[in-house]
């Protein structure tokens, strides 16, 4: 089995949530391709099993979108691009928003077909309001996020 984990982050903290999910999939023997959003496009997103987004949460986005380079992934599949495939989101906020993130992310994917897993990672870490890195998610986030690859690798099994 294959996973795409697809994500954006400016500070690190989102890049490091996907990169827990991901040891909790390789974790099960699913291998995994960890991609920036910007980069994203590039991936053959038939041949994965498994596709996951990740975004931090900004503010300026409503509280209820992905950051722009993941709404421009999610733009770049077809209406049925995720159909077949286990899909599901995490998000990284350093105040508040996180769970309205995630919610639409989710939406997101169940529109392109995704067979989707609610109730993904909300990380909390990073300054709110700043790009300065501000404080790493805590040790609880990290095995919630590791966690959460093993639920993906039994739900697509």
């Not at 038939?46 to 949460?57: A, E, K, Q, Y």
């Not at 209820?64 to 998000?91: I, N, Q, W, Y």
């Not at 990380?123 to 890195?133: D, E, N, Q, R, T």
Request: charged share 20%; with cysteine.
């Amino acid at each position: 089995m294959k996973a795409l984990i697809v994500y954006h982050s400016k500070t690190g903290h989102t890049r490091q949530a996907a990169e827990d999910i991901a040891k909790g999939l390789e974790s099960t023997g699913v291998e995994c391709v960890v991609r920036d959003a910007a980069q994203a496009a590039s991936e053959p997103v038939g041949l994965f099993d498994i596709v996951l987004v990740g975004s931090p949460t900004y503010g300026n986005r409503g509280y209820h979108k992905p950051a722009r380079p993941v709404e421009r992934f999610m733009d770049t599949l077809s209406p049925k691009g995720l159909e077949g495939k286990v899909c599901a989101a995490f998000t990284v906020h350093a105040a508040m928003g996180g769970a309205s993130v995630l919610s639409g992310m989710e939406e997101m994917l169940a529109e392109r077909g995704g067979r989707v897993v609610s109730g993904g990672p909300v990380v909390k870490a990073g300054a709110p309001l700043s790009l300065w890195k501000g404080p790493d998610a805590s040790q609880a986030d990290v095995q919630t996020c590791e966690e959460f690859g093993r639920r993906i690798a039994a739900q697509a099994s």
